[in-house]
C-alpha cells in the first residue's frame, strides 16, 4: 500500500515557492541523533499510564522520541508548531506513519479538508466555516438537551450502565443527523457508517481497510441521493448550507460536498461520544466535581475545557517540516514528521498549576490544545463545545456522582482514541426528577 514520498513532494514544493528561505539551524544537534527521552505506550490503552510515562519524559527535555519519531511535550513549543507555517499537515494525515501512500484508503483520506494546506485548505474552510460559528450551531441546542435527556431518562432509575453504550455513545448520532437534515429513521445506519468509517483515524487502517472502505462506500450512496434531493429543493440544514456556500462565484464541487459530509459525519460524532464519555469515567474519581456543576450548570462551558485538558481522547496530531527547524534545542530537518503531543502539553506543570488534578473552576489558564491550533483548529469546535455542555449538564443535574463499576477499556492512544467501555453506578435516591428538570431544560 506503499508508494512515492509525499514528504519529499511537499517539501520540494515549498522551497521552490519560497526563495527567501531563512537559514537552517547548524548548531543544534539533529533530532535523530540527540539525547533525547524515548516514549513507549503505542500499546497502552490506559490514559493514566501514557499520563504518567508523558511526564516523566517531559521532566527530561521538551521533546521525546516516541513509537513514529520525534514527540513535542511542552504547552509552548506545541503551540508553536500548530501556528508555525513551517510545518504542515500531511497529505493521508495519520496514514503516512503506518506505511501507507497510496491506494483507495489514501485516495479518500487524501481528500479529506484535514489533508489540505495552504490555499486550497483555506478555500475550503471559508466555503464551510460560516456553518460552524457559535451562532450558527446554536440551533442544535434545543436537539442536544433532548436527546441526552431522553438517554438519562432510560437509565436514571436503574442505578447502573454502560456510559458508552448507554449514554455518550447514542446521543451525538441524532445532534450530526439533525444537522445534516437526515431522517429519523436513518439515524442506527448513520450510527454503524460512522463507527466504521471512524477507524480511518485509529492506528491500525490496513487491517480495518475493508470495513472502512465498504461502510465509506455506502455513505457516499446515501449521500449522494441527497445531495440530489437538496438541489431541487434547499432546506435549512447543513448539506443545503453546503450546496448555498459561494465567495466571488466559487463553491464546492459534487466530491467536495461528498467528503465534507462525511468529514463531518465522522468526526462530529466521534470526537463527540468519546470525550463525553471520557468526562464520565474521570469525574467518578471528582465526585464533589460532578455535584459542584450539577448544582452550578452555568460552570459547564468551563468544565468543558477543563476536561478536554485534563483527559483529551486524541493525544497527538501529526506535522510535516517543510525545511529545517530548530525546537528545543534540536534540528528538526527538513522531510521529519513530528507529533505534537497535546496531551503532555494539556498537562504542562509550566503554564498549568497543579496540572494532573481536575478543577472545573480553573481560571487564568490557557486554552486547551485539544482542539488543536493554527490553519488546523477544529472547524467543528463550536458544535463539539455545545453538545459536550448540555451533555454534561444533562449528566449531573439528574444523575448522582457515579462510581466506576468495573474496567474501563480504550482505543489504543495513538490515533484517535476514547473509552470503548464505562461501567458506572449511581444512587438512586439521589437521582433528581427527571420530567421536572427536562422540562426545565428544554424550556429554557
Known amino acids: 500500500m506503499s508508494g512515492g514520498d509525499p514528504m519529499s513532494t511537499a517539501v520540494r514544493e515549498h522551497r ?101 494546506d495552504g490555499e486550497e485548505h483555506a478555500r475550503l474552510r471559508r466555503l464551510v466555516s460560516r456553518a460552524f460559528t457559535p451562532r450558527g450551531v446554536e440551533r442544535l441546542r434545543g436537539t442536544c438537551i433532548e436527546v441526552i435527556n431522553d438517554l438519562v431518562d432510560r437509565i436514571a432509575d436503574v442505578g447502573h450502565c454502560d456510559a458508552v453504550a448507554d449514554l455518550t455513545g447514542p446521543y451525538p448520532i441524532p445532534i450530526i443527523c439533525e444537522l445534516l437534515g437526515a431522517p429519523r429513521e436513518d439515524w442506527e445506519l448513520f450510527s454503524r457508517l460512522a463507527e466504521d468509517i471512524s477507524s480511518v483515524f485509529g492506528n491500525n487502517v490496513a487491517a480495518e481497510e475493508s470495513t472502512i472502505l465498504r461502510a465509506w462506500d455506502e455513505l457516499d450512496d446515501y449521500l449522494r441521493a441527497m445531495i440530489a434531493e437538496r438541489r431541487k429543493s434547499l432546506t435549512n440544514d447543513l448539506i443545503s448550507d453546503l450546496i448555498r456556500s459561494e465567495e466571488d462565484g466559487d463553491r464546492l464541487t459534487q466530491e467536495e460536498l461528498l467528503y465534507l459530509a462525511a468529514f463531518l459525519l465522522v ?120 453538545e459536550l455542555a448540555e451533555g454534561l449538564r444533562a449528566l449531573t443535574s439528574r444523575l448522582a456522582p457515579p462510581r466506576s463499576a468495573g474496567r474501563v477499556t480504550w482505543r ?33
Request: net charge negative; hydrophobic share 40%.
Open 16 to 116: 521552490e515557492n519560497n526563495s527567501e528561505m531563512r537559514p537552517g539551524p547548524t548548531e543544534y544537534p539533529n533530532v535523530f541523533e540527540a539525547d533525547l527521552p524515548t516514549l513507549a505506550y503505542h500499546d497502552l490503552d490506559s490514559p493514566q499510564e501514557a499520563h504518567r510515562l508523558i511526564a516523566q519524559a517531559r521532566e527530561v527535555s521538551p521533546i521525546a522520541m516516541g513509537p513514529y519519531g520525534p514527540e513535542v511535550l511542552s504547552y509552548d513549543l506545541a503551540r508553536a508548531v500548530l501556528r508555525d507555517s513551517r510545518f504542515y499537515m500531511p497529505k493521508g494525515i495519520g496514514l503516512v506513519v503506518q506505511g501507507i501512500t497510496s491506494g483507495p484508503i489514501w485516495d479518500r483520506v487524501s481528500k479529506l479538508i484535514m489533508s489540505y
Open 267 to 386: 468526526a462530529g460524532t466521534d470526537t463527540s461520544r468519546n470525550q463525553l464519555a471520557a468526562a464520565v469515567q474521570v469525574l467518578c474519581d471528582y465526585p464533589e466535581q460532578w455535584e459542584l456543576l450539577g448544582e452550578h450548570p452555568e460552570l459547564a462551558p468551563q468544565a468543558v475545557e477543563e476536561l478536554m485538558r485534563h483527559f483529551p481522547i486524541t493525544f497527538m496530531t501529526l506535522r510535516g517540516s517543510l525545511e529545517d527547524v530548530e525546537l528545543g534545542g534540536v534540528k528538526i530537518p527538513a522531510g521529519a514528521f513530528v507529533l505534537v503531543n497535546t496531551a503532555g502539553a494539556n498537562r504542562d506543570p509550566v503554564v498549568y498549576h497543579d496540572p494532573h488534578r481536575l478543577d472545573i473552576t480553573r481560571r487564568g489558564a490557557p486554552p486547551p490544545l485539544t482542539l488543536g491550533g493554527g490553519a488546523h483548529y477544529c472547524l467543528g469546535a463550536a458544535l463539539a463545545r455545545l
Open 412 to 444: 489504543p492512544l495513538l490515533g484517535s482514541s476514547g473509552p470503548t467501555s464505562v461501567p458506572i453506578e449511581f444512587d438512586v435516591a439521589g437521582t433528581r426528577n427527571g420530567a421536572a428538570l427536562n422540562g426545565r431544560a428544554k424550556a429554557s
